[in-house]
């Protein structure tokens, strides 16, 4: 248990549903990241969030979200997602986002897009 | 660009032998981090170790120890006495930019009982 929770845990969508992925953390952090991890590409980073301001876009489709509410809560909104979008989305947490802190991750939501 | 190369994709041990996990990485800056994490089937990355770039001292931590060598710019990572629950998907990750990880592709770790 890292501390950060991820749900729903599977997620199966067609192309122009409308769904969203939650994330909490229970460690007192300031900054939480998206990561997406497809079969085709390593993990790559899509969005960063400090105090719940975004400080980073990872030049993401506009059909990705996000939102930050409060320092322990992050979202990513989906709507008209394409299959290649089929993904285990990641969910993260540091202390804050200055170079070299650790990040706890979740465990995953696996989508699929029909 | 900054780069990470893990060039093993897939190796198999028997329980109790040691391995080592390569990593080269390409970074233009000059101080960083690296790190490794795991990856169980179960989907989570779980942080393994942290190194800094102005610290090149290698160190042991229970059975894992790690060979850093900035002159290469290659970061290995060794399990010994290698054990079943190690088996994972491990990823070598120097930051970028705020505190980005850069990952590689990963190596795939299988010990047989």
């Known amino acids: 248990e890292t501390g950060v929770t991820q749900t729903p845990r599977h997620l199966v969508m067609g192309m122009t549903n409308k769904k969203s992925l939650k994330c909490e953390q229970h460690l007192g952090h300031n900054a939480m990241y998206w990561y997406k991890q497809s079969a085709k590409k390593p993990l790559e980073l899509m969005f960063v969030y400090s105090l719940e301001e975004r400080v980073e876009n990872n030049s993401v489709p506009s059909r990705f979200s996000p939102e930050c509410p409060n320092s322990s809560h992050l979202f990513l909104h989906l709507h008209t997602l394409q299959p290649e979008d089929s993904a285990l989305y990641l969910c993260?947490?540091?202390?804050?986002?200055?170079?070299?802190?650790?990040?706890?991750f979740g465990a995953g939501t696996r989508l699929s897009v029909l | 660009a900054q780069k990470v190369t893990q060039a093993q994709t897939e190796i198999s041990v028997v329980e109790k032998e040691d391995v080592t996990l390569d990593c080269v990485y390409e970074t233009r800056d000059t101080t960083y981090y690296l790190f490794w994490y795991k990856q169980p089937p179960s989907g989570e990355l779980v942080f393994l170790i942290r190194r800094n770039s102005f610290d090149e001292q290698n160190e042991i931590s229970g059975r894992y120890s790690w060979n850093f060598q900035k002159s290469t710019s290659s970061f290995n990572f060794t399990i010994t006495a290698s054990q079943v629950v190690d088996s994972a998907v491990y990823f070598c990750?120097?930051?970028?930019?705020?505190?980005?990880?850069?990952f590689g592709a990963g190596t795939r770790l299988a010990v047989h009982p």
């Open positions: 993260a947490s540091s202390q804050d986002f200055w170079r070299g802190n650790i990040q706890y």
């Open positions: 990750a120097p930051t970028g930019g705020y505190n980005k990880l850069i």
